[in-house]
């Protein structure tokens, strides 16, 4: 396999030996708050968020199609025996044509929709309803499509000014997919008492067929709230990230880096905070994946003869 990109949070392969091509999309512990990524990792976070994606993707298999190849990946789908540090964070995808558009949908009124809210009464230019404060459900879920400017940065934009970029249908196409994804995910997001105030979804390519790809409904693609705590016009507590938040907010520090160092029990916490919204939501134990995960990457030898 050979590197071909690193975020944030995730290392991306090209598995030379398909085609078509295929990646291996390893998610890291690495955890950012407030924009800056901290020195330490969550242990297990890139587990769950995997485990997590894979489960909303089958969830929504049937809105629209996914690139994924191998959920836990085996040493067949990968080409190549499986590093132990990847079991249980990887999936096998194939490889899309990524359409620049960032598909942000948002239930609730947070981040950077609720300044420009503030400031000019809309949405991504979306005009609003007066009276919405910070946390406010939205009459209806709204498509807010983002794209990345000159210097790198997001930029929501209005739905026209996307239409004008990538095309009326394409993007009318988009808008549509991306709503129902989020309907099927706020729904069992609720069961489990816990609110999807926004996310974002990126679509891609494999031939003409349009794909949903990325990471779907994890923490790092999403806002999840605790629904109990929920208050409009107070700070939203952020079920998966609360501990962190608070403690850097505790440390009085400037939200610049470098971020101040984070003591173990955060860390354990917000690994317990992780693991609780997955398995809150899934119905189903991180264990469980892990061990799955561990099954699948010791089956057989590759395909290459040992
Ligand atoms: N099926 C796919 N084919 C090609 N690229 C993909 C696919 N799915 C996701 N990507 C891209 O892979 C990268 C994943 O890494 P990530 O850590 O999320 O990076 P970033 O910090 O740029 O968001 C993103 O650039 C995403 O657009
Ligand atoms: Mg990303």
Redesign the pocket.
């Known amino acids: 396999m050979r590197h071909v990109?690193?975020?944030?949070?995730?290392?991306?392969y090209e598995l030379d030996s398909f085609a078509p091509p295929r990646?291996l999309?390893v998610a890291s512990d690495r955890v950012s708050a407030f924009d800056v990524v901290m020195a330490e990792k969550v242990p297990g976070k890139g587990q769950i968020l995997t485990a997590m994606s894979c489960w909303f993707m089958d969830l929504t298999s049937d809105v629209v199609p996914n690139?994924l190849i191998e959920c836990l990946p085996t040493p067949a789908g990968v080409g190549e025996a499986i590093d132990p540090d990847f079991v249980g964070r990887s999936v096998v995808?194939?490889?899309?044509?990524?359409v620049e558009l960032e598909c942000i949908v948002r239930g609730h009124l947070a981040g950077s929709a609720f300044k420009e809210y503030v400031e000019r009464g809309t949405v991504h230019g979306h005009r609003l309803p007066g009276g919405l404060r910070l946390a406010s459900p939205l009459p209806e879920p709204i498509f807010c499509p983002s794209i990345k400017n000159a210097v790198g940065h997001d930029e929501n934009i209005s739905i026209e000014r996307a239409r004008e970029i990538f095309g009326a249908d394409l993007v009318d196409r988009l808008a549509k997919t991306s709503l129902a994804v989020f309907a099927r995910g706020s729904g069992a997001a609720a069961k489990a008492g816990i609110v999807l105030a926004d996310t974002k979804f990126?679509f891609?390519y494999v031939d003409d067929e349009l794909?949903l790809?990325?990471?779907v409904l994890t923490p790092d693609s999403s806002r999840f709230w605790d629904a109990d705590a929920l208050e409009p016009g107070r700070e939203p507590v952020q079920f998966d990230k609360q501990p962190l938040r608070d403690y850097l907010e505790s440390t009085g520090w400037e939200k610049t880096p470098p971020p101040p160092a984070l003591p173990g029990e955060v860390l354990d916490t917000l690994a317990e905070r992780y693991r609780s919204v997955y398995e809150r939501i899934t119905g189903t134990s991180f264990q469980g994946w892990l061990e799955r995960a561990w099954a699948a990457a010791s089956t057989g030898a590759t395909p290459f003869g040992d």
């Open positions: 990109y690193s975020g944030k949070v995730r290392d991306v990646l999309m690139h995808t194939k490889r899309a044509r990524m990126e891609g794909l790809c990325d990471e």
